[in-house]
């Protein structure tokens, strides 16, 4: 079944301001002003539909993230390039409808964050390599590990146990997780580029 994009979009707006639990399916028949019937024949339940929102969220999230590495050329540029669509996405991460997935639907969150994990680990081992053929990266390092070990990083400031998030925010904990993996695979050569970079 294709995707109606429009319809995903703005029930994954729905989701975000109100939640996945609070939102009922009744909610959504109301606000697209059709029948329950007709949504349950797009979507057979609220898990289909969950499902069906994450994805198209993440493909949409991956495809800005190949965009940035086709415009920068550049392998430690293109790790600190800001996009705020990226930054709009990710900050979707303090909604309350991410909240209510890891309490209520725990599975299907796992398993989105697991294909989300996966697929920005590919994203950044090609950045590795490209880097590393640019002189800017190590190569005595194991790429492929270096980069879910990022990508874990990354994904753990809403659910570590150990981070007191009154006293460090999202954008400060994601900056020093990419500053922190990035002085350990750099050479000196990419070490300058981030040194003009912080300038």
Known sequence: MKRDVKMLEEIS???????AKTVTMDDIAREFGISKKTLYQKYKNKEVLLEEVLMHSIEKLLLKMKGLDNKIDNAVERMFARDQEIEN????????MIRQL??????IFNKHMLYF??????????????????????ENFDEVM???????????????????????????YHQQSLDFYMNAITTDKGKAIMENLAS
């Open 89 to 96: 996405m990710s900050e979707t991460n303090d909604s309350i």
């Open 146 to 172: 270096y980069a879910k070990l990022f990508a874990q990083l990354v994904m753990t400031y809403h659910t570590s146990p150990v981070l007191d998030r009154k006293e460090i925010t999202r954008d400060n």
């Open 117 to 138: 994990t996966e697929s920005f680990s590919e994203i950044l081992i090609d950045n590795i390599k490209r880097g590393r053929k640019q002189k800017l990266y190590r």
């Open 13 to 19: 707006a729905l989701f975000i301001k109100s939640g």
């Open 102 to 107: 890891t309490k209520y639907y725990p599975q």
